[in-house]
């Protein structure tokens, strides 16, 4: 039986989540209407810098609980490097009708299964985009931080032949939690599946037997909201899709960053995992130096390392971020539990948490 007070902690983290209004930022963003089918009742926002080339890339954004599209394009720097890069980006918005908190419902049968709800409307928006724009489709990107990051997974469990990479921040891997309670479980470590049924579970979330998307994992040490085992979970969901060993092929350390790779038999690394060394829960960024591009705010976390332009580099969007100080490192880094807080209230604290989570409506 779990303990009271881990259940408590962990809800109470979730509770203190801010406001959206305080990243909300310059809004660069357009609203696209009529895209098709939208049973998930979904907003959509696009970017197009002011100079693309022919069949442009296109990376579909998926924001965070509390969060909007525009404050979190503002946070993470996605459309500033859109335009240095030339892609265009999709931002799937949330609403309050369907979620009071803004979050990606990840944990609803009806969201997040094939052509249903949530997943449907982001399906529809990417098809609208690809036609009105002449987007690339075969340069197709998603990726989302928290429970964004885990709407993210759905995507790429779901829809795997639209997506030629994907990226996941503080999330948690595909068809793990069915309602509240699972929802929670799943959030702290607790009743992860092993690879196997990891695998299986995205493998019977389509018809797709073809090659499987690249994906790009993030996690901080310290994160106390999403516990990094999901991290792992992740990792070895993909490295099951993919039929990739346990062991990574490469491990190394810059900074406070360490960065696991994983090869598939092409030679191409197909899987990637960035561990950020004390980093709690949020999108890392870098607000100075070279990777500057992003703005520090709530789950938006200055650790000097640029998680957007790192992802765009590995999906082969945008140039590699130059490196200093590698070294190589055979350290597994863990996630550093909370500390329990006291709690008055129970029945009450539990609920108002659960909603300020998204976990419950």
Known sequence: MRRLSDTLSRIATARSMPSASAQSGVDRLEDITGFGRNPGNLRARVYVPATIGPRPPLVVVLHGCTQTAAGYDNGSGWSRLADEAGFVLLFP??????????????FAAEDVSRDHGEAASIREMIAAVVDRLDVDPARIFVN????GGAMAAVMLATYPEVFAGGAVIAGLPYGTASGVVQALDRMRGHGLPDAATLGTLARDASTHHDRWPTLSVWHGTADATVDA???EAMLAQWRDLHGLAAAADVTTTTGNDTHRQWRDATGRVAVEDHRIAGMGHGTP????GQEAGGTAGPFMLDVGVSSTRRIAAFWGIAPVVAQAGVQRSAQRLHAIPAAPKAVAGVTAVINDALRAAGLLR
């Open 285 to 288: 960024i870098a607000v100075d």
């Open 144 to 147: 989302g931080l928290s429970a």
């Open 229 to 231: 085992d999901n991290a």
């Open 93 to 106: 918005e949330q609403q309050r009708a369907n979620n009071p908190n803004l979050c990606f419902n990840w």
